[in-house]
């Protein structure tokens, strides 16, 4: 089956502690994507990146970094420097560049509490 | 920068009946718009995509709709069911990737 998993599912660490979210990705797309979602609030992009060894940082970067050393994957790491780290992460993929007919796929995310 | 509203929040309807869902957005320089289901505790499950260039797409008893020039879309659902019951997500695409998220209608169908 094609698609995006993201382990795992649910996360839980004690403040001041990194912690690395794994995303993969099996449908040979270019382009991934790490977005963070908060009750009651619209998906907010972290970074994204189009292509193996390079990314860049969306609209909350601060407190996160990425790597993308292969295609299929993209981990998140979620520092200590984030301030409110609590919420559900949601990884997505698209080709890249992305026709107008394109869709973004997400996978099933990770519920990260930290405390 | 994009801004995406949803109304309303959230919606409680009973089964059977014929519902719409609103978006509207502000920048109406977009390349498409994605309606999006997502139920509990998961991930976003794509509905409906429409380009800029059309005015609906239709997908099964779902049909959504774009107004590019006022900035507006419409997500249709005929004879809602109770597995409809779910979060909502629209989300337009300004740039060569960026989707701007609104928060979301809430839909709970009572059987």
């Known amino acids: 089956d094609g698609g995006i998993t993201q382990s795992p599912k649910y996360l839980f660490r004690k403040e001041g502690q990194n912690v690395t979210l794994s995303c993969e990705q099996n449908?040979?797309?270019?382009?991934m994507y790490w977005y963070r979602q908060d009750p009651g609030q619209g998906l907010r992009l972290i970074y994204y990146?189009?292509?193996?060894?390079?990314?860049q940082k969306g609209d909350i970067a601060e407190g996160y970094s990425v790597s993308r050393e292969k295609k299929e994957s993209f981990p998140l790491t979620v520092t200590s420097a984030q301030k409110n780290p609590t919420a559900f992460y949601l990884c997505?993929?698209?080709?890249?560049?992305?026709?107008?007919?394109?869709?973004?796929?997400f996978g099933p995310g990770t519920r990260l509490t930290v405390t | 920068k994009q801004e995406v509203t949803q109304i309303p929040a959230a919606l409680s309807v009973p089964e059977g009946e014929n519902l719409v869902l609103n978006c509207s957005f502000t920048d109406s320089a977009i390349y498409n718009l994605q309606w999006f289901r997502q139920d509990p505790g998961k991930g976003l499950t794509s509905l409906l995509l429409i380009q800029s260039s059309q005015r609906e797409q239709t997908s099964g008893r779902l049909n959504a709709s774009l107004d590019k020039s006022s900035g507006r879309s419409t997500l249709y659902i005929a004879a809602s069911q109770p597995g409809d019951s779910a979060t909502y997500l629209c989300?337009?695409?300004?740039?060569?990737?960026?989707?701007?998220f609104g928060k979301g209608t809430k839909l709970s169908v009572i059987p």
């Open positions: 449908l040979n797309h270019d382009a």
């Open positions: 989300a337009p695409r300004a740039g060569s990737y960026q989707l701007t």
């Open positions: 997505a993929s698209s080709i890249f560049p992305i026709p107008n007919s394109y869709e973004q796929y």
């Open positions: 990146s189009q292509i193996v060894n390079d990314f």
